[in-house]
């Protein structure tokens, strides 16, 4: 099972950026996506990238202000944040899965999460 670390969360005001980083143990020829959850809500999905990286998928909230990208070498899968508004405010979840109809299905291995808090 792969192992998950995230990082890079924290306050940033609205139309601020944040960078998070997943560092995944051992090898993950597997697509990778980022998840949130905000209090009182689902977990929900908010981008993926296939195993060579030619491919990502977004959520409608964040088409044209998110990017992710990987990097194989260092095991290591990045969101890139920017335009940020309260309502990206969730702890951000990094996982393995599925590319399906443009979104993601966990294999349901996550990591510890790291909070994004926007400030308006």
């Known amino acids: 099972q792969v192992q998950l670390v995230e990082s890079g969360g924290g306050l940033v005001q609205a139309g601020g950026s944040l960078r998070l980083s997943c560092v995944a143990s051992?090898?993950?020829?597997?697509?990778m996506g980022w998840f949130r959850q905000a209090p009182g809500k689902e977990r929900e999905f908010v981008a993926a990238?296939?195993?060579?990286?030619?491919?990502?998928y977004f959520a409608d909230s964040v088409k044209g202000r998110f990017t992710i990208s990987r990097d194989n070498s260092e095991n290591t899968v990045y969101l890139q944040m920017t335009s940020l508004k309260p309502e990206d405010t969730a702890v951000y979840y990094c996982?393995?899965?599925?590319?399906?109809?443009?979104?993601?299905?966990?294999?349901?291995?996550w990591g510890q999460g790291t909070q994004v808090t926007v400030s308006s």
């Open positions: 051992g090898r993950n020829p597997y697509a």
């Open positions: 996982t393995a899965g599925l590319i399906q109809s443009a979104t993601m299905r966990p294999f349901g291995s």
């Open positions: 990238i296939s195993w060579n990286g030619g491919s990502t």
